[in-house]
């Protein structure tokens, strides 16, 4: 007998106020929470959570204007915090 999750399908909103979808439930190892796969409204954003993290509200929507109302940090790996302002220096260039 499976356990049906009421999770998928649910609609949340982060600190700031952006809605997002539950779209499907990610199994990890035995012993480690479970990931949702997850879908921004506004942008279009797939990204995965923990279930505390989307009940707290804590997950970012990445393609969201955040530099200056312009740029948007984009789907990146930082490494320290140059690197992050330079990937958003740049996408807010090439939003201009």
Excluded at 34 to 40: G, K, Q, V
Excluded at 47 to 72: C, M, P
Excluded at 77 to 85: L, P
Aim: charged letters at 25%; aromatic letters at 12%.
């Amino acid at each position: 007998m499976t356990k049906i999750d009421d999770f998928i399908g649910r609609t949340f909103n982060n600190k700031k106020g952006q809605t997002f979808t539950i779209i499907d439930k990610i199994m990890t190892k035995p012993g480690k929470a479970n990931r949702y796969l997850l879908e921004f409204k506004a942008t279009g954003y797939k990204t995965t959570a923990e279930k505390v993290h989307i009940l707290r509200g804590t997950i970012k929507d990445r393609f969201e204007k955040s530099v200056f109302n312009v740029g948007y940090l984009g789907n990146t790996k930082m490494v320290s915090n140059k690197a992050a302002y330079t990937c958003m220096e740049w996408n807010a260039r090439a939003m201009l």
